[in-house]
């Protein structure tokens, strides 16, 4: 129960159980060999509903970062067998990055300048032992919202803010990383709404807005499977590898058909809309060179009559 009574009080509370709530999905490993001070952070960490991992040493600590991947987050003490925290940490750099997992390097030793090597081994924060709990769950709270801004930044720069879909910058990341393993097989198509200023003209621009994010629903339910995005405007486009060029025709003609046939209601009204598709399957000059030819198609699809795939 949260009093309303005190508005302060309130949101503050508020903003805590929401912060309890989202730590339960953020799993925090601690590697330490001493158990009593691992079961001390665990303990700590447990209070503040985090999922912990504990570790005794380095290889152990890796395995554990290996098996959980909700480990967002890594307390790791320099004083540990075999391998030293620092050395721990400069190996896990290899694999995890700083976008990817944080790193709280702890220390009992504080003369010989380690927070320095901490950092420059590639922990995001350090800490000395004895700490007070509240310095701990700064630091610890710190490196939790780096995390999520970070992922924040991630999801709002390859999103598209009206549709919801991936965009032209996500588009162009997921293809050239498909190019890397040099597929079989490509395939891309335009999509391009036909005579939609009119839409805008005789409905308004907020029925414009509406149509374009019914029609990117579409969009993602029918290419779950493949590569989809708002390239722009009114245009979405579709990248396919390692799928027959005639199944990709059959898709694209399933699509195009079933935007044919969807009846829209906006404020009471009704309307329909058509798309005009260029598909191109010629990979050789890389996506650009794919683009082009997409776009030709599209250009004869439009001077053909519209609500038509050319291939
Ligand atoms: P065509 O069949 O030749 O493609 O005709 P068209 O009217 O669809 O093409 P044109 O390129 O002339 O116009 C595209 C229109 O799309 C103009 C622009 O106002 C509208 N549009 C682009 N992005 C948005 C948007 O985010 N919201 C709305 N409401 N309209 C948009
Ligand atoms: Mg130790
Ligand atoms: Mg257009
Ligand atoms: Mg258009």
Do not use: W
Request: proline share 2%; aromatic share 10%.
């Amino acid at each position: 129960y949260i009093p309303k009574e005190n508005a302060q009080v309130y949101e503050y509370l508020t903003r805590l159980l929401s912060r309890l709530d989202k730590n339960k999905k953020v799993g925090v490993l601690v590697v330490d060999d001493s158990r009593v001070s691992r079961q001390s952070m665990t303990a700590l960490l447990r209070r503040h509903n985090f999922i912990t991992f504990e570790a005794a040493s380095a290889e152990q600590g890796m395995e554990s970062l290996r098996s959980h991947s909700n480990i967002r987050l890594a307390i790791i003490d320099e004083n540990i067998p075999v391998m030293s925290g620092i050395q721990m940490i400069s190996e896990l750099r290899k694999t995890y990055s700083k976008e990817d997992l944080g790193i709280i390097g702890i220390s009992s030793d504080t003369t010989s300048g380690l927070s320095a090597r901490f950092i420059k081994s590639g922990a995001t924060d350090y800490l000395y032992k004895p700490y007070c709990h509240e310095e701990f769950f700064c630091r610890i709270m710190q490196n939790v919202e780096r995390l999520e801004n970070i992922a924040t930044i991630r999801r709002v720069s390859n999103s598209d803010y009206l549709t919801g879909l991936p965009n032209r910058r996500h588009f162009f990341t997921r293809v050239a990383a498909n190019l890397k393993v040099t597929p079989k097989s490509q395939s891309l198509a335009i999509i391009d709404i036909d005579h939609f200023k009119k839409v805008n003209d005789t409905y308004g621009h907020d029925c414009g807005d509406y149509t374009l994010k019914e029609l990117a629903k579409l969009v993602a339910e029918y290419f779950t499977d493949y590569t989809a995005a708002r390239f722009g405007g009114e245009e979405f486009c579709v990248y396919f590898s390692n799928t027959a060029p005639e199944k990709v025709l059959q898709i694209m003609e399933g699509f195009r058909k079933a935007i044919a046939n969807k009846v829209l209601t906006f404020e009471k009204q009704s309307l329909s809309c058509t798309v005009s598709i260029g598909l191109t399957h010629k990979s050789r000059g890389g996506i650009n060179a794919m683009i082009r030819l997409a776009d030709q198609h599209l250009y004869i699809a439009k001077n053909n009559g519209r609500n038509q795939l050319v291939d």
